[in-house]
C-alpha cells in the first residue's frame, strides 16, 4: 500500500463462489494512511500473523466457525463481523484501546473478541462496539482482575438486538449505551459480573434503548431521548 487509505478485499471465488481467496502466506503490507482488509471464510480460520500495517479486520464468516489470528505488528485499530452467518472469534487481542464493529451479524451467531492477558493494564480500559442492523451475541473473553475491562461501550447507528452479552470475569463496572438506532440487550452475563455491573447509561442515545440492570445490591440506570424500557434487578 502507498500513503492512502487502501482496502484490500479478500471474497470467496471460484465457479462456485466458495473458494477462499485469502491465505496465510499472503504478503500484504498497508503502507501508510488508515488502511483496512475484507475477508470472507467458509468455516476456515484466518491467520493475519504476518501481515503488516492493517488498522481495520473485517470478516465475513460465510458459515460455520471462522477463528482470526491477529498480525502481530498490532497495527489493527478496528475489528469487525459484518454479515456473518457463522461465529467470529477475534484471539489474542494485544491492543487495549482497539474498537469493534459488529454489522447485519444473523440472529444467533456469536462474536467474540478474547484479550490477550496484558492487554488491558489501565485503570479506564473500555471497549466501544458499533452496532448496525447487529443480532445474535457478543463475548469478550480473557478477562481477569488484573485485565479488567471497565467500561463496554455500544453506539448502534442502526437498530438491533443482542441477545446475549457475556463479560465474565471482566470486572466491568459500567455499560454505555449511544447511538441513533434503537437497541435492545435481551441478557448481560458472566462470572462476577452480576456484583461489578451497577451503572447503565444510556443518556446519550437518541434512539430507543431496552435493558436491564442485573447487579442486585445497586444499579443506576440512565435512559435517553428514545422511547426506552429501562429496568433493575430484583
Known sequence: GGAGDDVINATLAGAAGTTPTYQAND????????????????????????????????????GGTVAVTLPSD??????????????????????????????????????????????LTGAADNLDVTLSGADGDLFVGGLNATNALETLTLNSISDGTLDAINLANGNTTKLVITGS?????????????????????????TGAVSVTGINTTANTVTGGAGNDTLAGAA
Do not use: M, W
Open 27 to 62: 504478503q500484504l503490507d498497508g503502507g501508510e494512511g488508515t488502511d483496512s482488509i475484507y475477508i470472507e471464510l467458509n468455516n476456515a480460520n484466518a491467520n493475519l500473523t504476518t501481515q503488516k500495517s492493517i488498522e481495520g479486520i473485517t470478516i465475513n464468516a460465510i
Open 74 to 119: 498490532k497495527a489493527y485499530k478496528t475489528l469487525g463481523s459484518q454479515g456473518s452467518a457463522g461465529n467470529v472469534t477475534f484471539n489474542a487481542i494485544r491492543n487495549g484501546d482497539v474498537d469493534a464493529a459488529i454489522t447485519s451479524q444473523a440472529n444467533g451467531v456469536d462474536t467474540t473478541l478474547t484479550y490477550h492477558a496484558t492487554a
Open 181 to 205: 438506532g434503537s437497541t435492545t440487550v435481551s441478557s448481560i452475563a458472566g462470572a462476577n459480573i452480576a456484583t461489578t455491573l451497577n451503572t447503565i447509561d444510556a443518556s446519550a442515545a
